[in-house]
């Protein structure tokens, strides 16, 4: 995202509070960024804060309290994740059935 604002390295970090020496790390691979910083960074660049978190393999935090303060939701996706009956492919496509199916009721609600 950086290279393609064509903006530097010690500026960007500056602007999120960490040195630049940690975002290119960052950048690298060679350091995991906090969710702090994956905030900061989604904030900065205005993009959208679950595909960022989603590109280091993570749930944004906000995401992750919402999950644990619904039952229901929770036991569903931990039964989903432990279910040995499923393929890895047949659990990815009844991830996508639910997503298609919450984008459905959203569409319904406007």
Do not use: W
């Not at 994956?38 to 660049?45: E, F, G, I, K």
């Not at 994740?81 to 406007?110: A, M, N, P, Q, V």
């Amino acid at each position: 995202m950086r290279n393609k604002r064509n903006e530097s390295v010690h500026k960007v970090a500056k602007a999120v509070h960490i040195s630049g020496n940690y975002l290119s790390e960052i950048e690298r691979g060679l350091k995991e960024p906090s969710d702090v910083v994956l905030d900061s960074l989604a904030d900065y660049y205005e993009c959208d804060k679950a595909e960022l978190f989603s590109l280091y393999g993570r749930i944004p935090p906000e995401e992750t309290n919402l999950l644990l303060k619904n039952p229901p939701f929770r036991k569903i996706l931990t039964q989903l994740s432990l279910d040995d009956r499923l393929t890895d492919d047949e659990k990815d496509k009844l991830s996508t059935e639910f997503h298609k199916l919450y984008t459905s009721f959203i569409k319904g609600k406007e």
